[in-house]
């Protein structure tokens, strides 16, 4: 008998064969398009691969889908981010998946079982340049991504960083989310 991957998707088994397996308790849903064994640890070799369905060729995980994959959000977003290098840019996407066009440096993406996903710190100079970031939501996620890097790694990066729009508000965003973090510590 063929071994399933930990990591399940339609390609694996019908919509319905995977719902009835959470029924059983079998399996959990990973992501909107991704289930796993209900024993399989969420690590984030495993968050990258329930990501996969959705990636187009040479695309790279990116914003909250990249935060969910290191282990920052608890939940994956409803609709994943992935980003297109602007050499890249005639790839096509899949459905799930909001895509954008970047410019990313050396360093900037780290690769989790063969998928290419943003490296934390950049992922979190990301979330805090958006204009949509909800402090209440982004700022301890930040703070999570984070964690082992900090400020003065996030200023040597916006300091070196040219043409990078909204420098100035993710410093303040990351200094407040990492402010806040300590004083809950």
């Not at 995977?18 to 064994?37: K, N």
Request: hydrophobic share 45%; glycine share 2%; with cysteine.
């Amino acid at each position: 008998m063929t071994r399933l991957e930990s990591v399940l998707t339609e390609d694996d088994l019908p919509l319905s064969e995977l719902w009835a397996a959470c029924r059983d308790g079998e399996l959990v849903p990973l992501s909107s398009s991704a289930f796993v064994f209900a024993d399989v640890p969420q690590t984030p070799v495993v968050r990258a691969l329930a990501v996969r369905p959705v990636l187009a060729r040479r695309s790279i995980i990116e914003r909250h889908s990249a935060a969910w994959v290191h282990g920052a959000l608890a939940t994956p977003p409803r609709l994943h981010t992935i980003a297109v290098r602007y050499a890249n840019r005639s790839s096509a996407s899949r459905n799930l998946a909001v895509v954008r066009e970047v410019a990313l440096r050396p360093g900037d993406t780290m690769t989790v079982v063969g998928i290419e996903v943003t490296t934390p710190l950049r992922t979190a100079i990301d979330l805090a340049r958006d204009r949509a970031f909800d402090d209440a939501k982004d700022s301890p996620v930040i703070a999570k991504l984070l964690a082992s890097s900090g400020l003065p790694e996030c200023r040597a990066y916006l300091a070196a960083a040219r043409n990078l729009p909204h420098k100035a508000r993710a410093l303040q965003r990351i200094t407040d989310a990492l402010l806040f973090a300590a004083m809950e510590r």
